[in-house]
């Protein structure tokens, strides 16, 4: 049996291993959160109150429930759940292009082609999803309110620190993934000297 002080540390074991199972894992996870993309608006449309119990009844600051006068009709949650499909389909995107790039992490191709090209998409990505957020916000707020009577309609918009937020992470992201692109190519002429 190994003691406490013999086992080996995170911090002990190779890069490889530790790039390896961080790629499982994360790999894991975006294939989880892609599963939950795809079921999100047949949620929407098909079993409202279950979105609402776990908490998205307040979508972007929006009492999704108290801007419609009629509550969540058939045809209230039909335009939710179609609203909902831009933001998923980005969403989607993202988790394939984690799900490709920590594919080659585990391959051990770090600095490939593909890799570098996966973090740019996924940059990309991220930083369409911080522009789409707070505007599919505001669809939200127009097909939940769409139905009541005409001076009852809202279109309601928020930003919030949180999309702030999403966007500064985006641009990071953009820009390792142009720092590393640039490292890669300056590692490849420096190769062709030798």
């Given at each position: 049996m190994i003691s406490p002080s013999t086992a080996p540390r995170a911090s002990a074991l190779p890069l490889t291993v530790r790039l390896r199972r961080l790629s499982r894992w994360i790999?894991?996870?975006?294939?989880?959160?892609?599963?939950?993309l795809l079921a999100t608006p047949l949620m929407v449309l098909l079993i409202p109150e279950t979105?609402?119990?776990?908490?998205?009844?307040q979508i972007g600051g929006l009492d999704m429930v108290g801007l419609?006068?009629?509550?969540?009709?058939?045809a209230v949650r039909t335009r939710l759940a179609l609203v909902t499909l831009w933001p998923v389909g980005i969403g989607l995107g993202l988790m394939w292009q984690l799900w490709s790039l920590f594919g080659e992490y585990l391959k051990g191709n770090v600095f490939g082609q593909r890799a570098l090209t996966c973090l740019h998409r996924f940059s990309a990505l991220l930083l369409a999803l911080s522009i789409t957020i707070p505007l599919s916000h505001v669809l939200l707020s127009v097909a939940v309110s769409w139905d009541n009577p005409p001076g009852?309609?809202?279109?309601?918009?928020?930003?919030?620190?949180?999309?702030?937020?999403?966007?500064l992470g985006a641009l990071v992201f953009l820009a390792i993934a142009?720092?590393?692109?640039?490292?890669?190519?300056?590692?490849?002429?420096?190769?062709?000297?030798?």
């Open positions: 790999r894991g996870l975006s294939l989880v959160a892609g599963l939950l979105l609402m119990d776990a908490g998205f009844q419609s006068q009629d509550g969540l009709t058939l009852q309609r809202q279109l309601i918009v928020s930003i919030s620190s949180n999309d702030y937020a999403l966007v142009r720092v590393m692109g640039e490292a890669a190519r300056v590692a490849e002429e420096n190769e062709g000297f030798v």
